[in-house]
Structure formats: C-alpha cells, structure tokens
C-alpha cells in the first residue's frame, strides 16, 4: 500500500501566482479531507469529500481556493492567485467510511508566497 | 462551533516518567476519538484510537475516554526521548483536530 501520496513536496511561488497541490489517495479509501496547518492556527480542516462529492467546505478561506476530485483516487486543491498569507503546510488525508477509521496522512506541502 | 481542546504545553517530562496529555471536546454525540504524534517536519501519524469509557492499553501507551465529561486523555509510560513530539486529539465526527500539545522528554 502507497499510502497518500501528495505532490509536490514543496512550492515557493510568487504572489498572484496560481498554485496547484495535487493529492493521491489509499486504495479503497472513500473520504478525502484537506488541511492546512500553521503555528497559529494549527490543524484546520478546509474541504472534504464522500465517494468524490464535496460534502462540507466550509473550511475554504475564500473563493481563491478551490478543491476538485475528479475520480474516487485523485485530488487537487488550487489556490489562484495565491498571497503571502496562505504560505503554511497543506495536508492531505484519507480514510474509509465508519466512525472507527482514522485519517491517513500524506506527507505534505509545504508551500512558501513571496 | 465544535470545539476540541487540548491543553496547551508545551509538557516536559524527564526520560522515565508518565506523561499525561489531556483533550476535551464539545459534542456529546461524538463517538470515536483518536491520537496522533507529529514529529516536527513530518505529518501527524496514528497512535492510537479510542471509542468506549475506559482505557485502552497499547504497548506504553493508554487512552482513557469518558464520555460523561466529554474527556479523553493519553498517557504515555516509561516516557522515552524519541516520544518527543506535538500529539494531536482528533474527534472523528467533528473532523477537527486539537491544536496539540507539545512534549519533550529529557535524557
């Protein structure tokens, strides 16, 4: 098993720039959630997803971050254009349905706007 | 707002000892609750899970929950310095994590 697989590992961009992280996620797992985690804000939950629909993104700081799942295996989540403020660390994670299935965590990207 | 609550840190313990990390949540209707351990640079990994009052044992490590008071608890034994890290609560039907708590454990 893989396990989550995210890409890429780091992205410094420049301001304005748009900004594409990309998220593969475990074999037979059917939820996928987005993070983003900073010192200040710790762990927050931006968007997730059930069987590739979009159930909560609540999370989504503003209409410059957007999120797709076009298939039960692959995610990406763009920011356009991107700002200073959104450098932190982004996470993707996956996991089956049921109340006793944790998360799986990719390793992240680290994403740095100058 | 769901909230979940850990306490702050950071905690430091010396090598050998028990260290206790604490974590409240707001919805009672939450019914599985997992711990993580975050090493600095990497992502946060599983630890442990809990979903009944009580304890629950793995190796050094125990979760204790109650339900009642919205409480769930880690408790990590014989405290080594490789257990050094943020160890988050997270409460599955909320899909929040707490903000962490720090520990470090002295040689």
Redesign the interface.
């Known amino acids: 098993d893989a396990g989550v697989i995210q890409s890429p590992r780091h992205e410094v961009t420049e301001m304005g720039q748009e900004v594409t992280l990309r998220c593969k996620l475990i074999s037979g797992h059917n939820s996928l959630?987005w993070?983003r985690q900073t010192m200040m804000r710790?762990?927050e939950?931006l968007i997730?997803f059930n069987n590739n629909v979009p159930i909560?993104d609540s999370g989504m700081p503003e209409d410059r971050f957007s999120a797709k799942m076009p298939n039960a295996s692959f995610s990406t989540l763009k920011i356009q254009p991107s700002e200073p403020r959104d450098s932190a660390v982004y996470?993707c994670a996956s996991r089956r349905r049921g109340?006793?299935?944790?998360?799986?965590?990719?390793?992240?990207t680290r994403l740095t706007v100058v | 707002q769901k909230e979940v609550e850990q306490n702050s840190g950071p905690l430091s313990v010396p090598e050998g000892a028990i260290a206790s990390l604490n974590c409240t949540y707001s919805d009672r209707g939450s019914q599985s609750f997992f711990w993580y351990r975050q090493y600095s640079g990497k992502s946060p990994e599983l630890i442990m899970s809990i979903y009944s009052n009580g304890d629950k044992e793995d190796g050094r490590f125990t979760a204790q929950l109650n339900k009642a008071s919205q409480y769930v608890s880690l408790l990590i034994r014989d405290s080594q310095p490789s257990d050094s890290a943020t160890y988050l609560c997270a409460v599955i039907s909320d899909m929040r994590f707490g903000a962490g708590t720090r520990l470090t454990v002295k040689p």
Do not use: A, H, V
């Not at chain 1, 109340?99 to 992240?108: E, H, I, L, Q, R």
């Open positions: 959630f993070y710790g762990l939950l997730y909560d996470f109340m006793n299935y944790g998360y799986t965590f990719g390793s992240g």
